[in-house]
Nanobody
């Protein structure tokens, strides 16, 4: 399983950040695969943002729930993170992740929020 994040590297405050994860090697509808977005801000630990299940259900970190949504395009085998009203505190490396018995990770993408 391989994952690759894509999206803008620079976003202005108050805008919406959208990042897409393109998956190869399995379908995002495969049973028991859960598709996550996780980020790491400078000097901080990993922060789980949310997950989309193989059936399409979504679950979010309560601290980010009001600003976060995850959607998917099964035809393209992609899932997308949307984070609204970004601030400089949302500057981080963003990772997509597949969780099954093991974890698969994308390489990560740096996002900077700055005017």
């Amino acid at each position: 399983v391989q994952l690759q994040e894509s999206g803008p590297g620079l976003v202005k405050p108050s805008q919406t950040l959208s990042l897409t994860c393109t998956v190869s090697g399995t379908s995002i509808t495969t049973n028991n695969y859960y598709w996550n977005w996780i980020r790491q801000a400078p000097g901080k630990g990993l922060e789980w943002m949310g997950v989309i299940a193989p059936g399409g259900s979504t679950y979010y970190n309560p601290s980010l729930q009001s600003r976060t949504s995850i959607s998917r395009d099964t035809a393209k085998n992609q899932f997308t993170l949307h984070l609204t009203s970004v601030t400089p505190e949302d500057t981080a490396v963003y990772y997509c992740n597949a969780n099954v018995v093991v974890n698969y990770w994308g390489p990560g993408t740096q996002v900077t929020v700055s005017s």
